[in-house]
C-alpha cells in the first residue's frame, strides 16, 4: 500500500526553529510537497521537493531524501501566524496522484 | 492571476435533501481539476478529479457525483445527503503546465448534514 507518516501534533516557543518530519511508502515516487493550512482555512502550498537536497523559502525549509524516503519541513524564527496544520503530499503510485499525510498540528506559544 | 471561487461557503441541510457546490477557475484553461473533503481534524480525501469537460474520474464510491459541464466549472453533488457527508469541502486545481504538485485551492464548503 501506500502511506505518508507525520507526527500529529509540534509545539514550539516564538523564535524557535521547529522540524516536521514525513516519511513515505509509495510504489513510485514524483516528488514531495508541503501544504499550510490554518484553522477553518484552506491548505497553501509551501513547497515541493523533487530531487534530493534542501529547498529553502524565506523562514521556511524543505529536505528530501529519496533514498530513505524521507523529507522534512523546517520552520526557522516561528512566529505565532505560524501556528497551524501542515500537511506533507507526495505524488506517487502507478497513477501518479497525489497522497496526503494527515497533517502536523503545530502549535507556537509566546 | 490564477483564482479559484467555491460556493456556497457554509451550509446546513437536513438528512436526505439534494446538494450542490460550486467550483470555477479564472484565468487558466484546460485545468484538472479536483474535489476534496477533509473531516474535522483529519487529513484531505479526493473524492473526484477532472481533467477536461465530461471527464470525472472517482475516487471513493458513496453517494456524491461530480460534473464539469464547462472548462473552468465543476459541480459536487449528491440526491441524498447522508450524516457521514458532513466535512468541509474543498475544490482544488492544478495547471497542465505548472509543477507537478502544486495545489491552489478554493476557500472550502462547510457542510453540515443534521
Known amino acids: 500500500g501506500q502511506s505518508l507518516e507525520q507526527p500529529s501534533e509540534v509545539t514550539a516557543v516564538e523564535g524557535a526553529i521547529v522540524q516536521i518530519n514525513c516519511t513515505y511508502q509509495?510504489?513510485?515516487?514524483?516528488?514531495l510537497s508541503w501544504y499550510q493550512q490554518h484553522d477553518g482555512g484552506a491548505p497553501t502550498f509551501l513547497s515541493y521537493?523533487?530531487l534530493d537536497g534542501l529547498e529553502e523559502t524565506g523562514r521556511f525549509s524543505s529536505f528530501l531524501s529519496r533514498s530513505d524516503s524521507y523529507g522534512y519541513l523546517l520552520l526557522q524564527e516561528l512566529q505565532m501566524k505560524d501556528s497551524a496544520s501542515y500537511f506533507c503530499a507526495v505524488r506517487g503510485g502507478n497513477n501518479r496522484k497525489l497522497i496526503w499525510g494527515l497533517g502536523t498540528s503545530l502549535a507556537v506559544n509566546p | 492571476s490564477q483564482t479559484i471561487h467555491q460556493w456556497p461557503a457554509t451550509l446546513v441541510q437536513p438528512v436526505g435533501s439534494p446538494l450542490s457546490l460550486e467550483c470555477t477557475v479564472e484565468g487558466t484553461s484546460n485545468p484538472n481539476l479536483y474535489w476534496y473533503r477533509q473531516a474535522a481534524g483529519r487529513g484531505l480525501q479526493l473524492l473526484f478529479y477532472s481533467v477536461g469537460i465530461g471527464q470525472i474520474s472517482s475516487e471513493v464510491p458513496q453517494n456524491l457525483s461530480a460534473s464539469r459541464p464547462q472548462d473552468r466549472q465543476f459541480i459536487l453533488s449528491s440526491k441524498k445527503l447522508l450524516l457521514s457527508d458532513s466535512g468541509f469541502y474543498l475544490c482544488?486545481?492544478?495547471?497542465?503546465?505548472?509543477?507537478?504538485?502544486?495545489?491552489?485551492f478554493g476557500a472550502g464548503s462547510r457542510l453540515t448534514v443534521l
Open positions: 521537493n523533487a
Open positions: 482544488a486545481w492544478r495547471s497542465g503546465s505548472s509543477g507537478a504538485n502544486v495545489l491552489t
Open positions: 509509495t510504489s513510485g515516487f514524483y516528488g
